[in-house]
């Protein structure tokens, strides 16, 4: 297991946050996301897959394995981390991050989870969802989605049939890194601070 970064203290809650398929924790976006919800009271656990320490080592890029094959690896993280504090451990993460914590807790359960940018169907095929596992989610599901993500736009994913236990949350204008165009008069650390507010209303609404 590689190193682990830690932002944070738990007075709200915990998180154990994985990162999206190309890029690591090092990535603007969940950079700026850690230190957000940092400031607002809940801890951040930030961990990367082995196939990303891989691609740093060899210094090319590599596809990630399916996310059904991450799964292991991510409760193993659970399972080291959980015991250093008292606090509620959520699962989340970006993307494919957030596809391997939703596999995870419909197998195991959690007390959360924090789905950024969840990639609910490969860009340009709709048809191909990612939902198969959802109707087993029993815990407060907070997802947190641009507007314009081509993994999921709010048009295509208001027509889901999501569990009761998910809250969808739009990011207005953004797109899969939560950046929203110029003309929208938004600035990405705007919807970063108001995703970071959702996820301390759900873990505090939760407890």
Known sequence: ?????????P??????????????HDA???????????????????FEFAYLQRMRTEQRRRPPPRAERLVEEFRAWRAAVAPLGEAPLWLGGKSLGARVASLLAAEDGAPGLVLCSYPFHP??????????????LACPTLVLQ?????F????????????DCAEV????????????????????????DEAADRVVHAMARSR
């Not at 007075?11 to 690591?24: F, I, Q, T």
């Not at 860009?123 to 087993?136: I, N, S």
């Not at 641009?146 to 081509?150: S, V």
């Not at 999921?152 to 569990?163: Q, S, T």
């Open 123 to 136: 860009p340009g095929k709709p048809e191909r969802t990612r939902l198969a596992h959802w109707p087993r």
């Open 169 to 192: 949350h739009f990011l207005a204008d953004g797109e899969h890194d939560w950046r929203p165009r110029r003309a929208s008069g938004r600035t990405r650390q705007a919807l970063i």
């Open 28 to 46: 603007p976006m969940l950079v700026a996301l850690r230190a957000a919800l940092a400031e607002r009271g809940v801890q951040v656990l930030a």
């Open 152 to 163: 999921g736009r709010r048009d295509e994913v208001e027509g889901y049939m999501l569990p």
């Open 1 to 9: 297991m590689g190193p682990l970064i830690v932002r944070g203290e």
């Open 11 to 24: 007075h709200h809650g915990r998180l154990l946050l994985a990162h999206g398929a190309g890029a690591g």
């Open 146 to 150: 641009g507007e314009r993500d081509p």
